[in-house]
Structure formats: C-alpha cells, structure tokens
C-alpha cells in the first residue's frame, strides 16, 4: 500500500472544474437531510438521508431552509414521495457518519445503523445532534446545474448545545478554532 500526500484519484490541477474548486473554498456546515420512516414505511427502506453542505436558512414568516442535492441520490426519491424532511446539523464526532451518507465511506447494514435516530414526522433525526428543524417540500424541485434545489418551509426547529460543527473545506473536515 502507498500513501499518498493528495487525494490517489484526483483529476490534475488544470482539469479540475474551477466552479467546484471556488464552492470549495467557501466551506460551510456540514449537515444531514433526511426523510421517510413515518407509518407504514418505517421499514429500513421506506427512508433514506444524505450529507449536505450547500446549504441556506432564509429568515422570514415562515423560515425557509435551501439545499442543492444530488437529483440521483435515494434521499430525493423518498422527499419526492412524503413531501417532508429534516436537516440535521452535525458535530466533528459525525465524520464517519457524514461521509457514509454521501456514499464516500461503507455502512455495513447501511448507514442508519451507524447513530440512534428519534422517529419525528419530518424524518429520522439524530438522537446527538446540536440542532435539527423539520420542513414540508415548498413547490417543485427547481434543476440548478446539476443539482435539484430543495425549498422546505421550515414547519419545526429544536436547537441543542453548542457542539464543535462539522465543517467542510477544500474537500476536507475542518476543525473550527
């Protein structure tokens, strides 16, 4: 095995897409969409989640939370057909769970098996999370580059502690200072 000081399959410089490589050096919160469970689709496959870090909360009466998602991703299948989620933020102790729902990390049993999760009627929420707000689908998902953005009027929030947030950067966690 060889270690490698960069990422092993990473594109060289002058091929990288610039307007990824600027999103990057915004950096932001790293947080966790999830949705289903509720009645009759509490079976493991009736939910699904994914990690998000495009993420914007509008103030307003009522509060809106925005996200860019991936249009292929199991999570908007499942927001698509209950029309509720929940958005998590998530601690620097929720990397590995972070990385399991963006696909980028295994999940043995899948990655709901990784944390507690509290039934809510948005979605799963993590038992440990800093703070959590739930959300009904606000009209159609609008296609923005390649992503779908996702309007959810903000329906519910509960803030925990402090906590140290999970921060992304340059394609990497950071720690805050």
């Known amino acids: 095995m060889t270690i490698h000081a960069e990422h092993p399959f990473l594109e060289p410089e002058g091929s990288r897409d610039p307007a990824r490589r600027f ?3 915004l950096g932001g919160a790293v ?3 999830t949705a289903g469970g509720v009645g009759d689709e509490a079976a493991a496959e009736g939910r699904a989640g994914l990690t998000v870090s495009s993420v914007m ?3 307003g009466d009522p509060a809106h939370v925005l996200a860019l998602v991936d249009p292929d991703s199991s999570f908007v299948d499942v927001l698509r057909r ?3 989620g929940a958005v998590q933020l998530l601690a620097w102790e929720d990397r590995d769970l972070a ?3 963006a696909g980028v990390a295994p999940a043995p049993g899948g990655p709901f098996r990784m944390a507690t999760w509290t039934q809510t009627q948005w979605g799963p929420v993590l038992s440990t999370s ?3 707000a739930g959300f009904a689908v ?3 998902f609008v296609e923005v580059g390649w992503s779908l953005l996702v309007d959810g009027v903000v329906e519910e929030i509960h803030l925990g502690g402090p906590g140290e947030p ?3 950067r340059r394609g990497r966690y950071v720690r805050p200072t």
Request: a positive charge; aromatic letters at 12%.
């Open 23 to 25: 999103r990057g050096r």
């Open 31 to 33: 947080t966790l969409w």
């Open 57 to 59: 909360m509008a103030h």
């Open 82 to 84: 209950t029309g509720r």
């Open 99 to 101: 990385d399991a729902f």
């Open 130 to 132: 800093t703070g959590w």
């Open 138 to 140: 606000a009209g159609s």
């Open 166 to 168: 999970l921060v992304h």
